[in-house]
């Protein structure tokens, strides 16, 4: 018996084009992110969200507008 033809896999150049074309957007988008200072302005954004989250007033905005707060004590006053 003879061993079987190698397979050969169709359109082998076409994904290598589409696969080394995506590669060159992704590298473009992240060169241009990095000349335009994008991350510092994300970190700073996240740092002030975070900040902002953890105040009393964004505490107390949580609280006021979860609809679930009072849930707990309707409970334990059941039982």
């Known amino acids: 018996m003879a061993a ?3 397979i050969r896999m169709k359109f082998l150049d076409w994904y290598l084009k589409i696969s080394i074309g995506a590669a ?3 590298a ?5 992110m990095i ?3 994008f991350y510092e302005k994300v970190t700073v954004l996240e ?3 975070r900040a ?3 105040s009393p007033e964004a505490q107390a905005m949580r609280e006021a507008l979860n609809p679930w707060r009072n849930q707990d004590t309707e ?5």
């Open 4 to 6: 079987p033809a190698p």
């Open 24 to 26: 060159l957007i992704g």
């Open 28 to 32: 473009s988008m992240e060169f241009f």
């Open 35 to 37: 000349n335009t200072g």
């Open 47 to 49: 740092s002030e969200k």
């Open 52 to 54: 902002w989250e953890s």
């Open 75 to 79: 409970a334990e006053k059941r039982s």
